[in-house]
């Protein structure tokens, strides 16, 4: 059994286009996360839903909107790609806001050509 | 903002070795976990730590939640190839709406 899902696994795009991933959790969490990891490792948070309300946002641009229609899944939509999106996103989710203890998605790998 | 310095950034070693990487911060933190990266996969959550002083264990892995809450330690002992991968240590400031924060990694080889 998959406990957090991501779609798709490698989405190659040229820049301008939009496009979604979307994330799935069947771990009964309430909060679930996207993360990015560039191209040296580096794990940052970007958003933070909680019972399908965004309660973390880092200061990513406007192009990139998540939207959870429940609190099983959390989807990710990036307007006008740019060369600099190109990266793994990873999708996580864990039980309550304040818990370190996440569990992360097999990440979708982005590339903008 | 708040940074994490983890180190070695890299460790090349023989199978049968231990292993010892540190993540150090000028904050104070009230979580410390220790996380797991293989290839092509996201993090796995290896070990977390709750209190000051805190020393838990996990099969070979030993992990310590530094005394002054601005530190903490992974050991593996006798490491194994399938122990390859990367490293990261992750802290939380405090409970609530705070967001991990990951240190830079360590990738870990081991020579068979």
């Known amino acids: 059994d998959t406990a957090v899902s991501q779609t798709p696994k490698y989405l190659v795009t040229q820049m301008g286009n939009d496009k979604s991933i979307k994330c799935e959790q069947n771990l009964g969490h309430d909060t679930m996360y996207w993360y990015k990891q560039d191209s040296k490792k580096f794990l940052k948070i970007m958003f933070s839903y909680n019972n399908k309300e965004l309660i973390i946002n880092e200061t990513v641009p406007n192009r990139f909107s998540p939207k959870s229609p429940d609190k099983a899944h959390l989807n990710l939509h990036i307007n006008s790609l740019e060369l600099g999106d190109s990266a793994v996103y990873f999708c996580?989710?864990?039980?309550?806001?304040?818990?370190?203890?996440?569990?992360f998605g097999p990440g979708t790998r982005l590339t903008v050509l | 903002g708040q940074q994490l310095n983890q180190s070695p950034q890299s460790m090349f070693i023989q199978e049968g070795e231990d292993v010892s990487m540190n993540c150090t911060s000028s904050s104070i933190f009230n979580t410390w976990l220790w996380y797991k990266q293989d290839p092509g996969e996201g993090p796995v959550l290896l070990i977390a730590l709750y209190k000051a002083g805190e020393l838990t264990s996990n099969g070979r892995l030993t992990a310590q939640f530094g005394i002054t809450r601005k530190d903490s330690f992974l050991n593996i002992s006798a490491s194994i190839p399938s122990d390859v991968g990367i490293y990261f240590c992750?802290?939380?400031?405090?409970?609530?709406?705070?967001?991990?924060?990951f240190g830079k990694g360590t990738r870990l080889s081991v020579i068979a």
């Open positions: 992750a802290a939380l400031r405090r409970s609530g709406n705070t967001p991990l924060v």
């Open positions: 996580a989710s864990s039980h309550g806001t304040g818990s370190g203890e996440q569990f």
